[in-house]
């Protein structure tokens, strides 16, 4: 028995619509299949059916064979012919791995009891203002790896038995996670779908079949999640990308309880803890419960680290670069950190503590003093408007820049969008981002810095040659340019979205002329490809930053080439200071205000003004007030920087208004 219809599920057969649909052909006898493009899958596994990546208005058949087959194929195609199916408690959906994971994570650890040692105050770099103080929340988490040993013949049954029996207490959790009432509509539904991965016959299938062949139970789980994330990553289609992840999540909750430990998961953080970590990855923070964490240590990291950037545009105070004395740190029940001086208290004294608190409380005071700076639009002595806009990397941070009153995006980082992925972002999937991001600002402009990877930010599906100074080697344009495949798709991208509001477009790490010029015949290439393909576009201005001291260098000459400038102090500091941006022992020398910078800053900025084009800075420095009359004595009339700064640079540029 089958039957073929049109798929009218609001945006297809995703997560949640997968799982209701595999829960209805469940509960027949029948075996039922899905058929899509020739390809048939079992209607009872949701990792297959999601993997099938059906789409709403595609076309496919529902297969049944058995006693109720009839009954089966009558419900299914009613489903897939119902556009609301499966969400019908969408409501709080958004919280996706995160809010799954924390509702499935085992209860937090409790930090260690012993005494900190030494030293109460601990140095490091001071990455972002503020001033916090909490309870430590250590994560260092170890990763998971096999005993690799090979199983005797006579031991596949028992390692067999074990891993069912931890998928079954894996499963136990989250149904225990599932009763509680406190959960929103939306966690609970990523907490079924997840629970169904683990139950899924596609993971549990193959790690029995590993297993058989000798792998231990650990090690077969890591083979088979990682076999299935990957099916998930190569799908053309971002929400199915990002299974990928609850793959691996629901792998390592079996791993630990097959090895017996607990999972010290960042998602379980307390209200306002302080977060303690050697090293976190860029996206791991910008998807951890960031409303939460009340500061960050870290033992790796400056103050222009990827890190540090994110905390700052969030508000939260952090320390990084502590190097090996965060050790210290992993048994400290309380913490307070000062984000501006750089330093971290281990288990403050009663005095500490509430000089602590009082300086918390004047922080969340000025905070609520500055929010009537929100709607300014601040102005020059001679009327000039200074933009003040956001550097964000992601749709997410969208809502914090415009909260914070942010007149456009002056640096839309692009790379978080290609970090998010175990593969490279396709082009449909970055024109609908740059779109969404261009409408969301519109008519204000949306400045989208190319592809700028390399150094301290290595991505998967980009090979990386081994280099001494990855700082001074493949990054930025110049691994652009040399990868035109992946550079025309995120022009082409950028020149769809251009249709939708006022797109510009930034490059970065420019040290010659050719490097605009050779872009700027991609583009135009891209452009008679897109209107040959009969495919809705339209232009950008083309800018560069201005980060390399060969930049500021031949600045006059660059000017005339390019519509705007925006001056990357975060690295031109680092280059013209021969000083590593993220080596705490060179910090001090990292210095924005060494007037070698500041001199590099005033060139730039006359030779823009000569060419008659617009300067601004989007390096963390354009959000300092105690620069910012310096900058705009220079000329510059846009200062892009972190949502959390953009009011209190408001005002500063109306103070100087008022001093007049
Ligand atoms: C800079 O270098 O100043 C900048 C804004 O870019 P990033 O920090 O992303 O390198
Ligand atoms: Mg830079």
Known sequence: MERSTIVRVHEGLHARPATRFVKLAKGFESEVELVKDGKAVSAKSSVKLMLLAVKENQEVTVRANGADAIEAVEALIGYLENPRAGLDDEAGEGGGLEAAAAALAPEATPADTAPADGTPKLQGVAASEGVAIGPAFAHFPAEIEGPGRRLQADEIDGEVERFRAAVAQVQARMDRTLAEDNLSAGDRGIVAALRDI????????????????????????????????????????????ARADDVHAVGRQICLVLLGQDEVSLETIPQGAILIADDIGAWDLARAPLKRIGGVVCGHGGATSHIAIIARSHGIPAVLGLGDKVNQLRTAKEVALDGNAGHVIVDPDETTRSDFTRRVEAATHERAGLKIFKGVTPTRADGTVIEVAANIGSLEEIEAAQEAGAMGVGLFRTELLFMRHMHLPSED???????????????????????????????AGIEFPDEENPFLGWRGIRMCLDRPDIFKKQLRALLRAAVHGNIKVMLPMVSEIAEVTRTRALVDECAAELKAEGVEHSSFDLGVMIETPAAVLIAPALAKEVAFFSIGTNDLTQYIMAADRLNPTVAKLNDVTNPAVMSAIELTAKA??????????????????????????????????SPASIQRAKKTIAAMAAER
């Open 198 to 241: 683990a139950a899924d016959d596609s993971l549990t299938g193959e790690v029995e079949r590993l297993i058989s062949e000798g792998d231990d139970a650990v090690s077969a789980v890591i083979g088979a999640a990682s076999t299935i994330a990957a099916d998930f990553s190569a799908v053309d289609d971002h929400y199915l990308n």
């Open 429 to 459: 999937m970055q024109a609908e981002t740059y779109s969404a991001l261009a409408k969301a600002f519109a008519p204000h402009s949306v400045i989208v810095r190319t592809l700028d990877i390399g150094g301290d930010k290595p991505i």
């Open 608 to 641: 823009g003004a000569a060419a008659g084009i617009m300067v601004g800075m989007c390096g963390e420095a354009a959000g300092r007030p105690d620069l910012i009359p310096a900058f705009i004595g220079m000329g510059l009339t846009e200062l892009s920087m």
